[in-house]
């Protein structure tokens, strides 16, 4: 199942679709770089592919931490890298009254996991016309996603999809429960699996996520076993160097053989 979005190539094979960019927009030459390079994964292995990157991070541990270039020029990269290579772009949008601003730069809205239960968030981003991708929240089950995605419904847009990013458990430390993909299938909608985000360890003593990216290929997996439609994944060329989340991106050389594996174990559950 694939999102509408008429961008969105090569949704006549049988293939996965995967969200992947880079955590924060940090300046057009990396954002370009990192998308070249995932365009070039897609066009050889025919893999729909959305290119993500978030405009302004709002949930960070400290007050220090990056949090954006600013709105306007980070919106307009991903502008540029969408009509560059042809392909759809999504961000996250924090507040309802940045829903308008994104939408005119991106194809897809995002809800982030902590906002999903926002209702004028929702509806905000449901109202641009634009695609909406809702992750659940790591305090939720899954069966709460059917009242966040009616809500986008009612107010008018059906075209959603449904991400999950695993669960809280323990202390700064997450866990995924594979469950949730089927039951979120059966509502209806795309499915993705959120790779790097559902290996995060947040809210660390030093006040800097950590994460688990040697875990990155084991998730992919069973996710794609498992009947995801989509996965999102952050990556970038240089992860120790990425001004947020580089503790659990995938290093942007390991994607292709990456998504080589996954491909055939898509083909293999067909």
């Known amino acids: 199942m694939f999102p509408k979005l008429p961008s969105l190539k090569y949704t006549h094979t049988d293939n996965f679709f995967i969200m992947a960019g880079p955590c924060a927009i940090e300046g057009e030459e990396i954002a370009f770089e990192i998308a070249e390079k995932i365009n070039?994964?897609?066009?050889?292995?025919?893999?729909?592919?959305?290119?993500?990157?978030?405009?302004?991070k709002a949930n960070r541990s400290r007050l220090d931490s990056f949090t954006g270039i600013g709105d306007e020029k980070a919106l307009t990269i991903l502008r540029k890298v969408g009509e560059h290579f042809g392909v759809p772009t999504v961000t996250d949008i924090h507040e309802s009254r940045e829903a308008e601003m994104a939408a005119a730069y991106v194809d897809v809205l995002q809800i982030p996991a902590f906002l999903f239960r926002q209702t004028e968030l929702l509806v905000a981003a449901?109202?641009?016309?634009?695609?909406?991708?809702?992750k659940k929240g790591q305090f939720a089950a899954s069966s709460a996603m059917q009242h966040a995605a009616q809500k986008v419904v009612d107010s008018g847009n059906t075209n959603i999809m449904l991400t999950d990013r695993g669960n809280m458990f323990g202390y700064g430390d997450m866990i995924v429960d594979f469950r949730n993909i089927t039951w979120m299938k059966q509502m209806g909608y795309p499915v993705i699996m959120d790779i790097t985000h559902s290996l995060q360890q947040p809210n660390q003593g030093s006040g800097v996520t950590g994460g688990l990216p040697e875990m990155i290929e084991t998730i992919a997996k069973a996710a794609i076993a498992t009947g995801a439609d989509g996965l999102f994944i952050e990556t970038h060329p240089r992860p120790k160097e990425a001004l947020s989340d580089g503790a659990n991106?995938?290093?942007?050389?390991?994607?292709?053989p990456l998504m080589e594996k996954l491909l055939k174990i898509r083909k293999a559950i067909l």
Request: aromatic fraction near 8%; charge should be positive; charged fraction near 25%.
């Open 249 to 256: 991106m995938l290093q942007i050389d390991l994607l292709e």
């Open 40 to 56: 070039g994964i897609s066009d050889r292995l025919q893999l729909p592919w959305i290119f993500k990157g978030s405009y302004r």
């Open 126 to 134: 449901a109202k641009t016309g634009k695609a909406v991708n809702i």
